[in-house]
Each structure stands twice: as structure tokens, then as C-alpha cells.
């Protein structure tokens, strides 16, 4: 029998206006996987990860998560108030309606999983870009997700906290996470990815484990997915 999926799309389109964003797609995602859409800007990349989460309804067929499935999300920059660091966490645990029975004692926790503690008081917006990401990353993990969809996380940071943000995924991963992510980095889709799909204008032209997906300079795959795997970027 097949494990139960996390999510599923069936026939699941996106269109904004005239213009369709994602092609009737069929998508099983199941626990562990950690898969990575890769394609050009305006591939429908953000569009799918927000079909996922459910930000965004199908225009046509399904899209269906498990029941009781909670989902983070992150995207490229983080959206961060007037609040101080700790502030942000207490906030994100009402809004996830997390029943922590000691929710300060958990601020904590996420504090520390993301090495902030010693930032706890300050305004998050005082923070540097790298501080802010993994403020942004405790916080979708302030409800204690089974699903984490990351929008290019590492896209806007410089090298530095790029690593310190990759690691902390890396270390989510390495604790059995299950992942969506976009990316851009084909470094970052080797090292995080299980699974890799690359999109073009809406429509999936490749979908393979990440093994088969980089073998041979992506041999199986069509053109641009393979110039992708060679590291010559169509875009
Ligand atoms: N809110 C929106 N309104 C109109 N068109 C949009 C909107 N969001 C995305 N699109 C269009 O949908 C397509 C896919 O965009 P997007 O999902 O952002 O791609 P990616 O994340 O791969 O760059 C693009 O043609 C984009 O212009
Ligand atoms: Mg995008």
C-alpha cells in the first residue's frame, strides 16, 4: 500500500487573468520528500508553493492536504513588524494556535534553534538580513509544521548567512522534514533535495529523484532542464 500523501494536486490549474500560471499539474507529495522546483523567473514557481499552502485555491481541479497537516512557509524575504524578535514567536504561536503549555518556554526553544537567543529584545527590524531569515524560519516552525515550503530562502541573503540559513534547513531536513522549495542554486538542490521538479511556463517538464534527475548532466532530461543540471542557467 502506498503511504498516505501529504498533499496531492489533480488536475490543479492557476490562472490569473488570460494568463495561465500553472498547467493542469497532478503532484503526490509524500512525508520525508523534500522536493525542489527549479525553473525560469516566471515559471510558476511561487504560484505552485502558494497552490500548496493553500493561499491560493485551484482555479480548476483539486488540491488536497492531509487532514490536520500544518504548513510553514517562508519566502524570499521576511515580512517582520514593529515587534521585538521574541515578540514576533509569542505572535506566531497565537496565530498558529499552538497549545504550548508553556509558550515562553517555548519562544525559547525556537530562539535557540535558530541562534537568536541574544537577540530576543531587540526590534526585529534592526536585525541583519541573515538574523531576519531565521527569525522568519522560527516562526513558520512556531506551529510546529509536518510541512515546510521555503519561497528562493536563501535568494536575497549575502554568502555568509546564505550558509547559516541552508544549514538550519539542512538540519531540519537531517531531522526527517518534509520540504518544498524553489531555488535557484544547484548546489542547494543537491545537498537539500530528494526529489527535483523543473517547471517551465506553468507546466512540469521534468519531475525525478534527485539522483536521476543530476545523473549523467541530466542526460534523461529535456534541454533546458539539462543546461539547468550543467550550471548554464537558461535565465
Ligand atoms: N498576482 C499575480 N497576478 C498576475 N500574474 C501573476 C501573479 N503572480 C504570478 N503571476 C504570473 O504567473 C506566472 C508565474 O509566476 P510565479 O509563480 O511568480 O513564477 P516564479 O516564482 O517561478 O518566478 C508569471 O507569468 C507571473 O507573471
Ligand atoms: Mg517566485
Redesign the pocket.
Given at each position: 500500500m502506498t503511504e498516505p500523501a501529504l498533499i496531492e494536486l489533480r488536475g490543479a490549474s492557476v490562472r490569473f487573468g488570460t494568463r495561465t500560471a500553472v498547467h493542469p499539474l497532478d503532484l503526490r507529495l509524500a512525508p520525508g520528500e523534500r522536493l525542489a522546483l527549479v525553473g525560469a523567473?516566471g515559471s510558476g514557481?511561487?504560484?505552485l508553493?502558494r497552490l500548496l499552502h493553500g493561499l491560493r485555491r485551484p482555479d480548476a481541479g483539486l488540491c488536497l492536504q492531509a487532514p490536520a497537516l500544518r504548513i510553514g512557509m517562508l519566502f524570499?524575504r521576511p515580512a517582520l513588524l514593529r515587534l521585538s524578535v521574541a515578540a514576533h514567536l509569542r505572535l506566531a504561536l497565537r496565530l498558529a494556535g499552538a497549545v504550548e503549555p508553556e509558550p515562553a518556554a517555548r519562544v525559547a526553544e525556537l530562539l535557540d534553534q535558530v541562534g537568536l537567543r541574544a537577540e530576543a529584545a531587540r526590534p526585529a527590524r534592526a536585525l541583519s538580513g541573515g538574523q531576519q531569515q531565521r527569525l522568519a524560519l522560527a516562526r513558520a516552525l512556531a506551529g510546529r509544521p509536518g510541512l515546510l515550503l521555503l519561497?528562493?530562502p536563501t535568494a536575497s541573503l549575502d554568502p555568509g548567512a546564505k550558509r547559516e540559513v541552508e544549514a538550519l534547513i539542512e538540519g531540519l531536513a537531517a531531522g526527517g522534514m518534509s520540504l518544498v522549495f524553489?531555488s535557484h542554486n544547484l548546489g542547494q538542490v543537491k545537498r537539500l533535495a530528494t526529489r527535483v521538479l523543473y517547471l517551465e511556463q506553468g507546466r512540469v517538464l521534468a519531475d525525478a529523484p534527485v539522483g536521476p534527475f543530476f545523473a549523467d548532466g541530466g542526460a534523461a532530461l529535456p534541454e533546458a532542464a539539462r543546461r539547468f543540471v550543467r550550471g548554464e542557467l537558461p535565465w
Open positions: 523567473n514557481k511561487s504560484t508553493l524570499q519561497d528562493e524553489a
